[in-house]
């Protein structure tokens, strides 16, 4: 049976929610005349590349996530128009937008709502999306199936009061066939970047945001690039900038031409080509996607121990704790020490951990089945509750607890 899917998201510009629904589409997770998108805010750089599938995509120009007066009604049309079994929302404004569109229609489709992010402190965030996540605490009961992308997530939002009875847990998935390393590729990337044989370069992925942490990762650099004359540093993502305010006068004026910040690119997966060691330096992550893509190029990398890094590396790599800019530096040090071979070694076994558990077409089945399921619960039975594993009977508290920092360095 078909299932006529409904996806409703903040925007579609440049991040790690929108490039996995993208792939999730581009994927074949529904076919294109059983798929609809709305974008709450803009189309951005996603919702012309969704269209090229084939895919319906409407944007309704909110603001900041505020809804103007006319939005709800018009998202309420463009769902009875759609008519879809399953309404699934991504993020918290658009699983509380589903959740209310839904009530609007005289043949009320199945709600799925995928949270995309960690909760550690709630006051972190800015009061809008406070809001938000305690409006999706509130209504958490209402939905068939809330999606998680962590496991670390789940349980962070089940402690803080989301129900779990409907919770379940799908990774983002990857593209390894697209996404692998390429040792012709990789001598060509080199040159172009003005990389030679002998040099080491370490890599890092990530718009300049302050969960990103890259005041952490400049600090951990420049104590590498004080040890090891030959390492160069390649720090691809939006907003990067050695005289941004937050990370003016961290890179001395005599190691600066030891790095490369390339601003935002579409051509990551060619740039990871260049790297020998891979760094995530972030403090609030729920799946890290850069991770698991250098993971399928088979390069060696080093993790804060946040969100799911340490699951999604398994054995392969090192996991330090965020906010240590020396413990991440002695772990870049011992990657980039360590034998060549070893080196390759962990790389192979990084690639074979995404392909063995993160593979995109594992991914696409497991929202098909979801779909299939609370889409037509009376053909193929109701969604399984949470596994015994994931219950706890530990008391609900409004404040959830930030990483340990204890050491947790790998061999």
Same mark, same amino acid.
């Given at each position: 049976?078909?299932?006529?899917?409904?996806?409703?998201?903040?925007?579609?510009?440049?991040?790690?929610?929108?490039?996995?629904?993208?792939?999730?589409?581009?994927?074949?997770?529904?076919?294109?005349?059983?798929?609809?998108?709305?974008?709450?805010?803009?189309?951005?750089?996603?919702?012309?590349?969704?269209?090229?599938?084939?895919?319906?995509?409407?944007?309704?120009?909110?603001?900041?996530?505020?809804?103007?007066?006319?939005?709800?009604?018009?998202?309420?049309?463009?769902?009875?128009?759609?008519?879809?079994?399953?309404?699934?929302?991504?993020?918290?404004?658009?699983?509380?937008?589903?959740?209310?569109?839904?009530?609007?229609?005289?043949?009320?489709?199945? %709600?799925?709502?995928?949270?995309?992010?960690?909760?550690?402190?709630?006051?972190?965030?800015?009061?809008?999306?406070?809001?938000?996540?305690?409006?999706?605490?509130?209504?958490?009961?209402?939905?068939?199936?809330?999606?998680?992308?962590?496991?670390?997530?789940?349980?962070?939002?089940?402690?803080?009061?989301?129900?779990?009875?409907?919770?379940?847990?799908?990774?983002?998935?990857?593209?390894?066939?697209?996404?692998?390393?390429?040792?012709?590729?990789?001598?060509?990337?080199?040159?172009?970047?003005?990389?030679?044989?002998?040099?080491?370069?370490?890599?890092?992925?990530?718009? !300049?945001?302050?969960?990103?942490?890259?005041?952490?990762?400049? &600090?951990?650099?420049?104590? %590498?690039?004080?040890?090891?004359?030959?390492?160069?540093?390649?720090?691809?993502?939006?907003?990067?900038?050695?005289?941004?305010?937050?990370?003016?006068?961290? %890179?001395?004026?005599?190691?600066?031409?030891?790095?490369?910040?390339?601003?935002?690119?579409?051509?990551?997966?060619?740039?990871?080509?260049?790297?020998?060691?891979? !760094?995530?330096?972030?403090?609030?992550?729920?799946?890290?996607?850069?991770?698991?893509?250098?993971?399928?190029?088979?390069?060696? !990398?080093?993790?804060?121990?946040?969100?799911?890094?340490?699951?999604?590396?398994?054995?392969?790599?090192?996991?330090?704790?965020?906010?240590?800019?020396?413990?991440?530096?002695?772990?870049?040090?011992?990657?980039?020490?360590?034998?060549?071979?070893? &080196? &390759?070694?962990?790389?192979?076994?990084?690639?074979? &951990?995404?392909?063995?558990?993160?593979?995109?077409?594992?991914?696409?089945?497991?929202?098909?089945?979801?779909?299939?399921?609370?889409?037509?619960?009376?053909?193929?039975?109701?969604?399984?509750?949470?596994?015994?594993?994931?219950?706890?009977?530990?008391?609900?508290?409004?404040?959830?607890?930030?990483?340990?920092?204890?050491?947790?360095?790998?061999?």
């Amino acid at each position: 049976m078909s299932v006529r899917v409904l996806h409703v998201i903040t925007g579609l510009g440049t991040g790690g929610a929108e490039r996995n629904l993208y792939n999730l589409l581009a994927a074949g997770v529904s076919a294109p005349d059983e798929v609809a998108v709305i974008a709450l805010m803009d189309e951005g750089s996603y919702g012309p590349r969704i269209r090229e599938l084939g895919i319906e995509v409407h944007a309704l120009g909110m603001r900041q996530g505020i809804p103007a007066p006319w939005t709800l009604p018009r998202l309420g049309a463009l769902v009875r128009r759609f008519a879809p079994d399953v309404i699934q929302g991504w993020m918290y404004h658009g699983n509380l937008m589903v959740s209310m569109a839904a009530r609007l229609c005289r043949q009320r489709p199945a %709600v799925s709502w995928n949270v995309r992010q960690c909760l550690y402190q709630i006051e972190r965030h800015k009061p809008l999306t406070r809001w938000a996540i305690r409006a999706n605490r509130r209504l958490s009961g209402g939905p068939g199936a809330i999606v998680f992308n962590s496991r670390l997530s789940r349980r962070q939002h089940r402690d803080f009061g989301f129900r779990d009875d409907a919770a379940l847990v799908i990774p983002n998935g990857f593209d390894t066939a697209a996404v692998a390393p390429d040792s012709a590729s990789r001598q060509h990337v080199r040159k172009r970047l003005g990389f030679n044989d002998e040099q080491w370069v370490v890599g890092h992925v990530a718009r !300049c945001h302050p969960i990103k942490d890259h005041p952490n990762l400049l &600090r951990a650099c420049v104590t %590498v690039a004080e040890r090891m004359p030959q390492a160069r540093f390649l720090v691809v993502g939006r907003g990067v900038d050695f005289d941004a305010p937050e990370l003016a006068g961290i %890179v001395p004026d005599e190691y600066r031409s030891r790095f490369l910040l390339t601003g935002e690119r579409d051509d990551v997966g060619e740039l990871m080509q260049a790297m020998d060691v891979f !760094c995530q330096s972030s403090w609030l992550e729920a799946f890290p996607n850069a991770l698991a893509e250098a993971m399928a190029c088979e390069l060696s !990398c080093v993790a804060t121990d946040v969100g799911d890094s340490d699951y999604i590396l398994g054995t392969s790599g090192r996991i330090v704790p965020p906010r240590d800019s020396q413990a991440l530096a002695r772990a870049l040090l011992e990657a980039l020490n360590e034998p060549a071979d070893r &080196r &390759r070694e962990r790389g192979r076994e990084a690639r074979e &951990r995404i392909v063995s558990e993160f593979g995109l077409a594992q991914v696409v089945e497991q929202y098909r089945q979801l779909y299939q399921r609370i889409g037509f619960p009376a053909q193929v039975g109701s969604l399984p509750s949470a596994p015994s594993s994931e219950a706890s009977s530990e008391p609900v508290s409004e404040t959830v607890s930030e990483p340990a920092s204890g050491p947790s360095t790998r061999p």
